[in-house]
């Protein structure tokens, strides 16, 4: 009868927690369906109409490189080269995930969020790579050479887009949610906060699930934040009976916010740079997409990320620092809707 009992209420627990789940799912799509009622009631659809689908999947191979150049509290010198990766990405409503994967045995993953709305867009990134090439000079340490599994790093970027003519549509360009069916531009406000992290030590610790945060803290390790703020342009035109699409936009940035921080398990050093001379960030974008039907749409897209910033001219003077990186991808993508 215990057993009998057991069993009864085990299956009502499990029909009360599907039905949960079923509300949750019916309100959050509830919610997305609002959110895309509201933008689409305020569009020109003469210029931007949205699809007729929920969801979007696109299947698509990456080619790309960072690279980092640093002096002052540690000395970088660090370039990926070139990486290939193939990923997915699923997209609902506007909203995209995204995940790629490096081919080969050296570690290289990329993933990404984004959403892309009337005016506002964001887009997060995280990037790692241990197939490097170069050198590091940390506090209190010796030059480390790379060999490809010396050295791990990782780059996360946030930024924040907002484009002030709706009739120009980003959404249509970096993800395809919308169709841009007449040319348009707009000036684009955005603000950047990135995090540039070198690890002295390779895929083996870094990702290991054997490894333990004090063996991670362990690591010798310096992490650099930026901030930026601006304003740029971008430009959709629409050819071939709105089947061909050319995007290009720039946001030049000013650095507001630029600090460096060197961690190990003994100490930890945080330096805020003043700004100097030049504190820049400019991200810049193209692609080419071709769209048939209503559910098919083949792209060639391509970025560019570019930090730099200094503020003292003598390596001898104690707030010294410098810091250059750029990170660059090309991607074609396939994507279907349904």
Known sequence: MKKILFFFLLLTASAASAQQRDSFLRDLDGFFQMRADKATAKLDTSFVHPYPYR??????????????????????????????????????????????????????????????????????????????????????????????????????????????????????????????????????????????????????????RQTSIESLLAVPTIFYHRFSLGAGYGYNLVLGQEHWLIHASAVPMWTFFDSSTYRTLEEKIRTKHPMGRLAFTGTARAGLYYRWGARWTIGLSGMVNQMVSFNKSKRSDPEFHRFGAQEWQSRLALCYRF
Do not use: C
């Open 55 to 208: 969801w979007d999947v696109r299947l698509f191979g990456n080619t790309a490189g960072m690279r980092i150049t640093t002096q002052g509290l540690g000395d970088i010198h660090l370039s990926s080269g070139m990486s290939n990766r193939v990923g997915i990405s699923l997209g609902y409503r506007g909203v995209a995930l995204s995940y790629s994967k490096g081919l080969g045995k050296t570690l290289g993953f990329d993933f990404g969020f984004s959403s892309y709305g009337r005016h506002f867009s964001f887009e997060y990134s995280l990037r790692a790579t241990n197939n490097l090439i170069g050198q590091v000079t940390l506090p209190d340490t010796k030059i480390i050479a790379s060999d490809g599994d010396d050295l791990t790093l990782i780059a996360s970027n946030l930024d924040l887009l907002y484009n002030f003519n709706s009739n120009f549509s980003f959404g249509a360009a970096m993800k395809q949610s919308n169709i841009q069916r007449r040319s348009a531009g707009s000036i684009i406000a955005g603000a950047s906060w990135t995090v540039w992290d070198v690890f002295a030590a390779g895929r083996d610790v870094i990702f290991s």
